[in-house]
C-alpha cells in the first residue's frame, strides 16, 4: 500500500519547490512522508503540523473547509482533507505554481479516497 500511496503522490513530491508531502492519520501519526529538504531546515515544522492534525481536521470538517493553510516566512503548509481519517499535508516554496498544485492535489484526492475506499469526494 505504501508504493501505491508513493507513486499516488509522486507528481506532488517531483515538483523541486515542494519541501515535504505528508499523509497524515488523525492522530497526527504519519502514514507517509517525503521530504525534500534538510532536516534542520524543517524538523520545528514537522513537529509542531503533526500537533495540529486533529485539530485542523476537526475545524475542516466542523466548518465545511476544504483546506486549511499556515505561511511560514517564505514556507507555505497547506493541509487537505483525503478522508474522515486521513489528511494531506505539502509544504511548499512561494515559487510553487498553486494553479499546478491545486490540480495534482485534487487528482492525488481522488486517487487516495479510492485506494482507501472513501466515496465522498471533498474538494
Known amino acids: 500500500m505504501i508504493s501505491k500511496i508513493s507513486s499516488i503522490l509522486s ?31 524543517i524538523v520545528g515544522i514537522l513537529y509542531w503540523l503533526e ?12 466548518r465545511n473547509l476544504s483546506e486549511a493553510s499556515f505561511r511560514f516566512g517564505d514556507v507555505r503548509i497547506h493541509m487537505y482533507p483525503v478522508s474522515r481519517t486521513l489528511v494531506l499535508s505539502i509544504m511548499a516554496n512561494d515559487e510553487v505554481s498553486m494553479y499546478k498544485l491545486e490540480v495534482d492535489v485534487r487528482t492525488v484526492k481522488k486517487q487516495l479516497g479510492v485506494l482507501v475506499g472513501y466515496e465522498s469526494e471533498i474538494t
Open 11 to 41: 507528481p506532488i513530491y517531483s515538483d523541486p519547490g515542494i519541501k515535504m508531502v505528508a499523509l497524515y492519520r488523525i492522530d497526527g501519526i504519519p502514514v507517509f512522508l517525503r521530504v525534500n529538504a534538510s532536516k534542520r531546515e
Open 51 to 62: 500537533g495540529q492534525i486533529r485539530e485542523m481536521l476537526h475545524q475542516i470538517f466542523n
